[in-house]
């Protein structure tokens, strides 16, 4: 209902009220922003990892750090999942979050900032000194009313901190700066003016924080950074320009870049992304968030170096106004990618769920899958997950993706259906395997 009202406020009047609130809100809760150093990351994907590797990899220089990511949020030593169903949290509750931090002695505060909090105005009023920048795909297109006013949202985040001046905490300066990978085409545009302290990360051979001999496995990734052998146990390419990230950001608060190598490597796991669910089966599970087309690229990339027997995709699309295009493409994908498709609810919100499925089964259609042979419809996601462990066998790998380690499915009315796709995962592993010990 508020969403429908807002579309009815003027852009100038919906401005005056989100910027009340930042202000409101940062004045509420005494600024702490001023009194720590600040790290803001944005991009469309790998922002959740790369936030959190900044966050463990800052830690390495002795100092307590919080992050607020679309995970997960840390305040020093404690760590939870983020139930909210946002990846920027609302003003009034960032700046909670801030002053939490604050007070639990946190030094640094790692901010994962989407586009939207961008237009709301979410990032004025904290002091960010660090801007990272991941990568830029079309992505909340319809949202922001073409790709040009997606990046520019985008680009606003190190506009801002550019704008601001240079702080002291801690009775040491600290000095602005910008993270920025190398091998993004749209990179160049994230240079804005007011910041001379910029760090280039990525495989190109002119970045400043440069990966090479890259080997991607099963087990981890490996690769070189000088004179440095890192060998990190999260899969996936994507990782490589992640721990990159984590690594620039710490060298640019003169932290060692071996004790950043050193915390990166202990990382096992990220909730929600690259996540392999073992339960003793003789299949693989992985969960892993890939919501848009470019994720689910890389999804699948990592995939092919497990090289399973079958892949059993298990996947849907959100409503609520999130880009309607996608829809088909993602099916076109797991169509085009799996063996078989089951094609389930993600967050419908007040859209149809039925149509949105269908809108996705016809990309997997087109790809020539059948339904009931190796296409799915079921909008009930637990049931979906179950038949795709019913139907996996040895050697298999059963993704699901859109959902991660998010604490709910969003549905008509704003209800939230309280959720934990690993934990559905787990119990559908198990209902599969005394199903097949029985049936023996």
Known sequence: MLHQIKRFIPNW???????????????????????????????????????YMIAKALEAGGQKTGCTTTALFKIADKEWLNDTKMTMLGRFALQKNLKQ??????????IEVSSQGIVQHRHEH???????????????????????NYKQAKINLFRHIASLPEKIVDGQKI??????????????????????????????????????SVEESEQGIKFKLGDNQINLLI?????????????????????????????LEKISNIPGRFELIDEGQSWRVMVDYAPEPESLKKVYETIKLINPKR?????????????????????????STADIVIVTNEDPYDDDPLQI??????????????????????????????????????????????????????????KKIPWDERLVAKEAIHSAVAKRAKSK
């Open 175 to 212: 000095i602005k700066a910008f993270i920025l990978n190398k091998d993004d085409k749209y990179s160049q545009d994230f240079a804005v003016p007011g910041v001379d302290n910029i760090v280039w990360y990525g495989i190109d051979d002119k970045s400043d924080i440069k990966a090479d």
């Open 235 to 263: 899969p996936g390419k994507v990782n490589v320009y992640n721990s990159l990230a984590a690594i620039a950001t710490a060298k640019a608060l003169d932290i060692q870049t071996s004790d950043a190598i050193q915390a």
């Open 101 to 110: 931090m604050l007070d639990a002695g946190c030094r640094y505060a790692v």
């Open 13 to 51: 009047a919906l401005d005056i009220y989100h910027r009340t609130l930042s202000i409101t809100a940062a004045a509420i809760y005494g600024n702490p922003s001023h009194k720590m150093v600040v790290i803001g990351v944005t991009g469309t994907n790998g922002k959740t990892s790369t936030a």
């Open 126 to 148: 904290i002091a960010f000194d660090i801007g990272v920048f991941t990568n830029l795909t079309p992505e909340h297109i319809e949202a922001h009313g073409g790709f040009e």
């Open 357 to 414: 499925i269908n809108q996705v089964a016809t990309g997997a259609r087109e790809q020539g899958k059948i339904e009931e042979r190796d296409l799915f419809l079921i909008p009930d996601r637990k049931q979906a997950i179950y038949k795709s462990m019913e139907l996996a066998q040895d050697g298999d790998l059963v993704l699901l993706t859109g959902k991660g380690c998010e604490q709910a499915i969003c549905v008509a009315g704003g």
């Open 311 to 335: 892949l059993i995709h298990v996947l849907g699309s959100c409503g609520g106004g999130r880009d309607v295009a996608r829809r088909p493409i993602l099916g076109h994908m797991a169509g």
